[in-house]
């Protein structure tokens, strides 16, 4: 299983950025599929959560009306567009998959939110 994230960068506060993550070597359409992050000195946190058929989602209430998770199947994408960005938001964010109790982690990409 393989992870391509991309999408991170700087942005200020109140701007938006869309971070995607492209899978290879597994049965995407079969999983949830999850953001994490991890800012520095603190541990890592679920972000949002999305069904394998796309239908249902769940976020962490920090970022409840500002995130959107969405998922393309036949892209084996699943994409986290972040609106109305904070400083608290920086950190580094990872998508997930857990496949028979074992967790399939991306690289993790860098958002920094700051002026």
């Known amino acids: 299983v393989q992870f391509v994230e991309s999408g991170g960068g700087l942005v200020q506060p109140g701007g938006s950025l869309r971070l995607s993550c492209a899978a290879s070597?597994?049965?995407?359409?079969?999983?949830?599929m999850s953001w994490y992050r991890q800012a520095p000195g603190k541990e890592r946190e679920l972000v949002a959560v999305?069904?394998?058929?796309?239908?249902?989602?769940t976020y962490a209430d920090s970022v409840k009306g500002r995130f959107a998770i969405t998922r393309d199947n036949a892209k084996n994408t699943v994409n986290l567009q972040m609106n109305s960005l904070k400083p608290e938001d920086t950190a580094v964010y990872y998508c997930?998959?857990?496949?028979?109790?074992?967790?399939?982690w991306g690289q993790g990409t860098q958002v920094t939110v700051s002026s």
């Open positions: 997930k998959v857990s496949i028979l109790g074992t967790d399939y």
């Open positions: 999305v069904s394998s058929a796309g239908g249902s989602r």
């Open positions: 070597g597994v049965t995407f359409s079969s999983y949830v």
